[in-house]
């Protein structure tokens, strides 16, 4: 496997190493569906006892006729469900980089996993804290994020769950036949399930935070925009990604990814309902591969077009999300701002995309390893990013060309390629999901900025590379479950680095509480986010508070561009699709 692809699944689930422990006994939770019987397990680093319940199925098997439909809760069973072992994964294509525990894939995956810290049968109640993994919607599980540290540290439940990736979680046909967005929906029943059941875990189903980060942060957001998700989660923590214009997936482009199918699964008929009827009998590994996004990307061009994602389905969105929030009176709007809120990005994000330049440097005649010239950014980068979402508009493409090359150094240079990822892409997309909230709001709403540089990074960026990458803060949030170590994610936290991780999970967890994170520095109390003076703490060496991230970029990308015209027509631009 090509080692920039193995950059980007690293950096997309941000794997940490986890200690040893040890087993004591087994703790068994009453649920109303029947008894589940877990571990008790001794932190080897601290002493402390966690109490673990893993692979608790909270949906039926979304197999046979169940594949590409909504899915069904589970039912109650007889006898002691055994929830010492973790569920299979998710399908997806890419496992390479991964232990064998990663490899252990079914379509029968909606599993989510439950750490209680030191007592589980105490009657004080925690904050539950759900964590929504990244990984692209294509791959990732929760059974990678240990969250044994968060939950001890910082005195909360924490639950990882499972959901269908890819095709199987995403194929949006903009069609009865296939509305799309089940693993929206497999999240949904996750949250669902955590509401009824929380409490025998000593979760307090009424103080419940939904996190995630990359696109767990875009599916934290967009779970945030559903209205009759109302009581299941109180508060949301977006990291390094939220719901956005350019992240569902557009008619044209779902309906050219239909056309690839039929070739690799024999699947071919006129009619969708018989087409998707028959893709529910392939076997997954064919579908896989037909599919595999890393077959599709072109070797000429940068491809930025999202196949396989969330969609106007007309039930969990009836419109374009962003179209939704614009309306304050929208019931999706007021949702949002019932809730409390943090978003956030790295320093530079941008390197994540970065990595998928080389499979088309080549043909542009560049390095990415040496740098990434002027010439590319302009050509290679933003050509077809306007050509998709600005209708080829020349004067945007030179405007943009102006704004992100450098006259100084090679190494300036492919840092400003970076920002232009990360600005697009993320930092002006969060400005946007913040102002949303915080507008006359009275829920709160907070900004951060992770910057700090680690002594030890999950990967290796070239040496031009400055900031700290997509992913970099998990490392200081959670570890990796032993079944799922490999030698290219062991990532040990030791040194400066704990006193990081004792700053972000007081942070988070005292957010997930109270709704007011807090760091535990008195002297540096965390303050609202609002439109003017737009305060941001920054996460680096030291905290500190700053205001107006990243200002001419966003300035650039949500107001300026070339014209108020193209600004509009961008934001409006199939905004909403035909179902």
């Not at 320093?347 to 010239?373: A, C, K, M, R, T």
Request: with cysteine.
């Amino acid at each position: 496997m090509d080692m920039f692809k193995r950059i980007i699944f690293i950096i997309l689930l941000g794997l940490t190493f986890v200690p040893d422990i040890c087993i004591a006994v087994h703790p068994v939770a009453k649920t109303s569906l029947g008894d589940i019987k877990g571990l008790q397990l001794t932190d080897q680093e601290t002493g402390d006892d966690v109490y673990e319940f893993r692979g608790i199925r909270y949906a039926k098997p979304p197999t046979g006729a169940r594949r590409f439909r909504k899915p069904e809760p589970v039912d109650p069973w007889t006898g002691e469900y055994d929830a010492t072992h973790f569920g299979y994964v998710c399908p997806q294509a890419v496992v390479e980089i991964f232990n064998d525990g990663s490899k252990n894939q079914s379509e029968d995956c909606l599993f989510l996993n439950v750490y209680v810290p030191r007592s589980i049968t105490s009657e004080k109640r925690l904050s539950v804290m759900v964590w929504i993994h990244g990984g692209g919607l294509i791959m990732g599980n929760g059974h990678f994020y240990d969250g044994t540290r968060l939950a001890v540290d910082g005195d909360v439940v924490v639950v990882t769950i499972n959901y269908r990736l890819g095709i199987l979680g995403f194929l949006a046909l903009y069609h009865p036949a296939s509305r799309g967005n089940y693993g929206l929906w497999d999240q949904k029943m996750a949250l669902t399930w955590v509401h009824k059941h929380i409490h025998t875990f000593r979760g307090d189903p009424n103080s419940v935070t939904i996190f995630g980060m990359s696109s767990g942060g875009v599916s934290v957001s967009a779970q945030s925009l559903i209205p009759s998700n109302k009581g299941l989660f109180q508060r949301v923590i977006a990291q390094s990604g939220v719901i956005s214009r350019n992240i569902l997936v557009r008619k044209n482009v779902a309906l050219k990814a239909l056309t690839l199918l039929p070739p690799k699964t024999n699947c071919q008929s006129d009619d969708l309902y018989d087409f998707v009827d028959c893709l529910r009998q392939v076997d997954v590994k064919t579908l896989l591969d037909a599919s595999n996004y890393w077959n599709l990307m072109p070797h000429d061009k940068v491809s930025i077009e999202v196949t396989y994602s969330a969609a106007v389905d007309g039930e969990l969105f009836p419109e374009h999300p962003i179209k939704m929030l614009e309306n304050p009176n929208s019931d999706q709007s007021i949702f949002f701002r019932s809730l409390d809120f943090i978003a956030g990005t790295t320093s530079q994000e941008g390197i994540l995309y970065v990595s998928i330049l080389p499979s088309v440097q080549e043909h542009f005649d560049f390095n990415v390893s040496v740098g990434i010239p002027s010439t590319f950014v302009c050509k290679g980068l933003l050509d077809p990013f306007v050509d998709l979402f600005y209708d080829g508009n020349q004067q945007m493409k030179d405007d943009a060309c102006k704004f992100y090359t450098s006259n100084g150094s090679l190494d300036e240079q492919s840092n400003r390629a970076c920002d232009l990822f990360a600005d697009m892409i993320f930092t002006s997309q969060t400005y946007e999901m913040l102002t949303f909230h915080s507008n006359n709001n009275v829920r709160k709403t907070y900004q951060y900025q992770f910057s700090k540089i680690g002594a030890r990074r999950i990967v290796l960026p070239p040496k031009w590379f400055r900031g700290s990458e997509h992913g970099a803060d998990l490392i200081y949030l959670f570890r990796t479950n032993q079944d799922f170590r490999s030698e290219m994610v062991d990532m040990s936290l030791t040194g400066p680095g704990t006193e990081m991780s004792k700053w972000l999970i007081s942070l988070w967890t005292s957010f997930a509480k109270s709704g007011v994170p807090d760091a535990g520095q008195e002297n540096i109390p965390w303050l609202e986010y609002e439109p003017v003076k737009q305060i941001y703490l920054d996460l680096g060496e030291e905290l500190s508070l700053k205001q107006k991230l990243k200002s001419k970029a966003v300035k650039f990308w949500t107001d300026d561009i070339s014209s108020p015209d193209l600004v509009y027509a961008f934001k409006h631009n199939d905004i909403h699709e035909e179902l």
